[in-house]
């Protein structure tokens, strides 16, 4: 199943202005999105950067994989 992951610029935005440690990469495939703080690629990967055709969401760089994705997130967040 194919996964991308971007981070998410307007979280981090949000993280600075409010003080808060809300997860800023956003893991996307066909069926979720889930956020995470930290993602470990179990294999291959690509980064791509697409400044003239950015993903729906608005990224412009993220990384694509086929290979299981472990999400981690730092305790007490969102």
């Known amino acids: 199943m194919k996964t ?3 981070v998410n ?3 981090i935005k949000s993280n600075q202005k409010n003080n808060l440690n809300d997860p800023v990469l956003t ?6 999105n ?3 703080h930290a993602v470990n690629i179990k294999g291959a990967s690509r980064v791509v950067y697409s400044p003239d055709k950015p993903l729906s969401c608005g990224a412009r760089v ?3 994989t086929e290979a299981e ?3 981690e ?3 007490g967040s969102k």
Do not use: G, M, R
Not at 27 to 32: A, E, F, L, M
């Open 62 to 64: 993220w990384i694509e």
């Open 4 to 6: 991308i992951i971007h």
């Open 9 to 11: 610029q307007h979280v």
């Open 27 to 32: 893991v996307k495939t066909y069926k979720s």
């Open 73 to 75: 997130l730092v305790k």
């Open 69 to 71: 994705v472990e999400i």
């Open 34 to 36: 889930q956020y995470a």
